[in-house]
């Protein structure tokens, strides 16, 4: 049975590492370190490792993996120099006997991806995420566009609300501390705050990210007039979302 860890990293990332049958996966590394004394204590051999995106808290400890275990497989996007297998929308991998799709999900950067795990006799995938969805919050835009990630996370929301979800990284206090200053009624936040300081958060359900994420509350009122009052637009969706996304950059 495969099992998923995170491996902290850091000040606030995860590492996520997926395991069976002695072999092991991991995403994102930003560094070899913490990988490696895990791989050891653990008696494990890397199989392969997936990228997100190209940032370098997400590739800084591939080298140095690949130095260690140099059969391990790289998947990413196309243009990252240290990717070995190139992937792109839709396509598949099998990673320790379980079905990988990829979803291009850009925003955040241009090239982002998400890969989609489906583990057997489980009805949900399990997404990681990268730096496109974080719990309450989602990734600033670097070299992608405000509409790119409104529409990948539009993408997410269209998961069944089981589903779990991975980021890079431990935001959840903060970024709950953002959304209650725009949803202050907001009881699922509050609830959630109220045990997120440091205490890991990760993995989250679709479920929960739609009754605390304000990213994916654009139809709440509460957050509309809060965005209206700070003078912004909300002539749609999309409004409201590019206005979220610059409050929480001044936040």
Known sequence: M???TPIPAFNDNYIWLMQANEQAVCVDPGEAAPVLAYLQQHRLSLHSILITHHHRDHIGGVADLQE????????GPEDIACVTQAMQEGDVLDVLGEPV???EVPGHTHNHIAYLLTIHGTAAPHVFCGDTLFSAGCGR?????IEQLQHSLARFQSLPDATLF??????TASNLRFALSVEPDNQAAIAALAVATDTPTLPVTLAHEKAINP???????????QVALQGMSMINDAAVFASLRQLKNQF
């Open 68 to 75: 260690a275990f140099p059969d391990a497989i790289i998947y």
């Open 101 to 103: 799709v990829v979803w």
């Open 141 to 145: 835009v670097f070299c992608g566009t």
């Open 166 to 171: 991975y980021p890079a990284h431990e935001y």
């Open 215 to 225: 990213f994916l509350r654009l139809d709440s009122e509460q957050i509309q007039q």
């Open 2 to 4: 495969m099992t998923i």
